[in-house]
């Protein structure tokens, strides 16, 4: 069976298992965990070569990860940070993405910047291959063109200066209130001073809030194993919040998934 394919990069491991998180558990995707031979063929461009051409031996493979349902194919891809558009124009240059690709999205933090900054470097930095790239963010992102769609979204809420995490404590406190209640009084012990000499940046509580909670619900694993397993990111969580409703109307519009 053919499918549509959808490539969507974001900065971080985080950022990737929760946004294939929201795929499964919101809008019934299916991960790939099987072998190479039914990989959908556009993205077997995408498997990596070991050793990369850096030579770097410990450098992370950057394989996405692949989400399926009978009709469409999406790749989540890694794009390590700032490295993230550089990285995705060397991955489209490879491939005939005007008409291997259904949609090409980005889904990136807000962090110090304002959503238009934000937008407009992203805008510029897809110029190459997608004039049409957005270049304003809406309530809910912003999805542009036909063949392929093009959509961004900037985390917290397209509005507010922010990163993942602060999102996701806001999930937290649906899914997981007392523990989320006990994280914040903990990390409220520390002084502005003690705060000050540990050298947290902004949004650094809001990391630290989840990654308490995280070390709970799974002690000794990472925050992104959280994320894939627990439920950050659950039904409840999207009936009562208002932004994580707009992520998925974001993803339902670029996926071509409307009702």
């Known amino acids: 069976m053919s499918r549509r394919c959808v490539l969507i990069g974001v900065e971080g491991n985080h950022d990737q298992a929760f946004l294939c998180k929201v795929l499964r558990e919101l809008l019934g995707f299916s991960q790939f965990n099987d072998d190479e ?3 959908d063929s556009l993205w077997r461009k995408f498997i990596p070569v070991y050793p990369p051409k850096t030579g770097r031996l410990y450098l992370r493979l950057d ?3 692949i989400l ?3 009709t469409l194919s999406v790749a989540v891809y890694v794009g390590e ?3 993230l558009i550089d990285n995705l124009n060397t991955k489209l240059a490879d ?3 005007s008409t291997d690709l259904a949609a090409f999205g980005i889904v990136v933090d807000a962090d110090k910047y304002t959503p238009p900054q934000v937008a407009r470097a992203y805008h510029d930095g897809f110029q190459e291959f997608f004039p049409d790239f957005p270049t304003e963010v809406g309530e809910s992102g912003s999805v542009t063109g036909n063949s392929p769609k093009l959509g961004l979204y900037i985390l917290p809420n397209n509005y507010d200066q922010g990163v993942l995490d602060t999102l996701l404590c806001e999930c937290g406190e649906v ?3 007392t523990h989320m209640e006990r994280a914040k009084a903990y990390i409220n012990q520390f002084s502005s001073e003690e705060i000050q000499k540990i050298g947290w940046k902004p949004f ?8 308490a909670v995280a070390s709970i619900l799974k002690p000794g694993k990472t925050n992104t194993v959280s994320i894939a397993d627990n439920k950050w990111i659950c039904a409840q969580a999207e009936q009562q919040l208002p932004q994580l409703q707009n992520l998925t109307h974001f993803l339902k519009k670029l996926l071509g998934i409307l009702n």
């Open 37 to 39: 031979s039914k990989l």
């Open 63 to 65: 394989m996405p990860s």
């Open 68 to 70: 399926y349902t009978d």
């Open 81 to 83: 940070g700032s490295k």
């Open 95 to 97: 491939i005939d993405y």
């Open 175 to 177: 899914a997981y209130p």
């Open 204 to 211: 650094d509580r809001e990391k630290a809030t989840v990654a």
